[in-house]
């Protein structure tokens, strides 16, 4: 059996579908090493992976002025500085020492040179559609097209940004390839542009963990690019929910859900007001979970039920609907309770996942946080409570995902790069 290094950061939803993962390889005898932010450490004990601590906790950083400009689009704001990511190499570096092959997330992508200097196979594995393309730009997966030319436009976007992200870290990248792994530079534009890449790591292999029946795959991938399913890890079955929260659910009408994960909000209780207003026009009640980003309210209607988190594989199954930020993890619990979503993302991916739900006929609308106001999601509300044809097409959906397993799924293509 093989020595594994899963090398993920960020915040809960960048971690736990690779814990699900590290969980399926230790099952089927690999060693397994979680090398992932510090400030999950409790998280991958308490589940029996073996850790290894990468500095950089997510909450903090993305709490911070640089980190809400962020999270707020401004794609100017560096959330990792040259003294954290070097830090984070050299962790990296000493994680992944001894072992057979490393398991990539897309926040860990750096783990392509420790892979290189290792000698030793690497694979990607993403939440998102991540892979150039001609059917749609990069993050924009919900916006396909078949056109020549804008798939021409498609293509130079992912290009674009790959080559945009090497140059403003590749002097670092580059320091640290010679200085500590004792490789040579990479050429100025990039991995791509190598003459002589190493035979495992060119193309980088890609498992893309999220389900062919939400963002089927284009066609114009090649082999490298494999479809799996999603990482479900199953956090419900060690959860006792308070006795208020089990009463609060048993009650009529069954609640909505509320939720933004990591996402913090320059004015949470302005977000929260909007939310409860919206709630309350429409005389429905919600579980609120106040996340990272604290959202909350100090005097709340009996109507609203606050908790700081509750395990979503046991909360989403009990409530009517969610209304969350569209990242990728929490979307993907929605779609495997079958429960329809009302996304106000904040950036990146999440407007995406929003669009894409619509069009899978789960969701009523897409709200962006930034001008988000209570008549839009009034309205947004409304449209669930008295359209049956969400939650049908939520429970289709949830009957196609429950003939996938994506954790075997990933296992077996990473164990066909080990022989």
């Given at each position: 059996?093989?020595?594994?290094?899963?090398?993920?950061?960020?915040?809960?939803?960048?971690?736990?579908?690779?814990?699900?993962?590290?969980?399926?390889?230790?099952?089927?005898?690999?060693?397994?090493?979680?090398?992932?932010?510090?400030?999950?450490?409790?998280f991958?004990?308490?589940?029996?992976?073996?850790?290894?601590?990468?500095?950089?906790?997510?909450?903090?950083?993305?709490?911070?002025?640089?980190?809400?400009?962020?999270?707020?689009?401004?794609?100017?704001?560096?959330?990792?500085?040259?003294?954290?990511?070097?830090?984070?190499?050299?962790?990296?570096?000493?994680?992944?020492?001894?072992?057979?092959?490393?398991?990539?997330?897309?926040?860990?992508?750096?783990?392509?040179?420790?892979?290189?200097?290792?000698k030793?196979?690497?694979?990607?594995?993403?939440?998102?559609?991540?892979?150039?393309?001609?059917?749609?730009?990069?993050?924009?997966?919900?916006?396909?097209?078949?056109?020549?030319?804008?798939?021409?436009?498609?293509?130079?976007?992912?290009?674009?940004?790959?080559?945009?992200?090497?140059?403003?870290?590749?002097?670092?990248?580059?320091?640290?390839?010679?200085?500590?792994?004792?490789?040579?530079?990479?050429?100025?534009?990039?991995?791509?542009?190598?003459?002589?890449?190493?035979?495992?790591?060119?193309?980088?292999?890609?498992?893309?963990?999220?389900?062919?029946?939400?963002?089927?795959?284009?066609?114009?991938?090649?082999?490298?690019?494999?479809?799996?399913?999603?990482?479900?890890?199953?956090?419900?079955?060690?959860?006792?929910?308070?006795?208020a929260?089990?009463?609060?659910?048993?009650?009529?009408?069954?609640?909505?859900?509320?939720?933004?994960?990591?996402?913090?909000?320059?004015?949470?209780?302005?977000?929260?007001?909007?939310?409860?207003?919206?709630?309350?026009?429409?005389?429905?009640?919600?579980?609120?979970?106040?996340?990272?980003?604290?959202?909350?309210?100090?005097?709340?209607?009996?109507?609203?039920?606050?908790?700081?988190?509750?395990?979503?594989?046991?909360?989403?199954?009990?409530?009517a609907?969610?209304?969350?930020?569209?990242?990728?993890?929490?979307?993907?619990?929605?779609?495997?309770?079958?429960?329809?979503?009302?996304?106000?993302?904040?950036?990146?991916?999440?407007?995406?996942?929003?669009?894409?739900?619509?069009?899978?006929?789960?969701?009523?609308?897409?709200?962006?946080?930034?001008?988000?106001?209570?008549?839009?999601?009034?309205s947004?509300?409304?449209?669930?409570?008295?359209?049956?044809?969400?939650r049908?097409?939520?429970?289709?959906?949830?009957?196609?995902?429950?003939?996938?397993?994506?954790?075997?799924?990933?296992i077996?293509?990473?164990?066909?790069y080990?022989?």
């Open positions: 059996m093989a020595h594994i290094t899963v090398l993920t950061i960020g915040s809960r939803g960048d971690v736990q579908p690779f814990c699900a993962l590290a969980l399926g390889l230790q099952q089927r005898g690999h060693q397994v090493t979680l090398a992932s932010s510090v400030n999950f450490a409790d991958a004990s308490q589940l029996g992976i073996p850790f290894a601590p990468i500095s950089g906790n997510y909450q903090e950083l993305m709490s911070s002025p640089t980190g809400l400009e962020f999270l707020e689009g401004d794609n100017s704001a560096t959330l990792i500085n040259d003294e954290l990511r070097w830090r984070q190499l050299l962790e990296g570096w000493n994680a992944c020492q001894g072992s057979d092959l490393i398991v990539l997330s897309l926040l860990g992508l750096w783990g392509y040179h420790l892979a290189e200097a290792l030793i196979p690497a694979i990607l594995a993403a939440q998102i559609p991540i892979a150039s393309t001609r059917a749609f730009p990069f993050l924009r997966f919900a916006e396909r097209t078949d056109q020549y030319w804008p798939g021409l436009v498609n293509v130079f976007s992912y290009r674009l940004l790959e080559f945009l992200n090497w140059r403003k870290n590749h002097k670092l990248f580059n320091q640290f390839r010679q200085e500590v792994l004792h490789l040579p530079p990479l050429p100025w534009a990039g991995a791509r542009y190598r003459r002589n890449p190493p035979p495992t790591l060119s193309p980088l292999p890609t498992i893309n963990c999220y389900s062919a029946a939400v963002v089927p795959p284009p066609s114009d991938w090649g082999l490298a690019i494999q479809q799996g399913g999603y990482l479900f890890l199953d956090t419900a079955n060690g959860f006792t929910p308070p006795p929260l089990q009463a609060f659910l048993e009650a009529e009408p069954q609640p909505f859900y509320i939720g933004f994960g990591s996402m913090i909000s320059r004015n949470p209780e302005k977000l929260a007001q909007t939310v409860i207003s919206a709630l309350e026009a429409n005389q429905q009640r919600a579980v609120i979970c106040s996340g990272w980003g604290n959202i909350g309210k100090a005097n709340l209607p009996p109507s609203i039920y606050m908790i700081d988190e509750v395990p979503h594989d046991w909360l989403f199954p009990r409530v609907a969610a209304i969350h930020h569209g990242g990728a993890g929490t979307t993907a619990a929605t779609l495997k309770a079958g429960i329809p979503s009302i996304v106000v993302p904040f950036f990146a991916d999440q407007p995406s996942w929003g669009r894409r739900l619509e069009q899978l006929g789960v969701s009523p609308a897409t709200h962006p946080q930034k001008g988000l106001t209570c008549d839009q999601l009034t947004s509300i409304q449209a669930i409570v008295d359209n049956a044809s969400f049908e097409q939520a429970q289709q959906l949830r009957t196609k995902l429950q003939a996938e397993d994506g954790v075997a799924q990933a077996s293509i990473i164990e066909s080990l022989k």
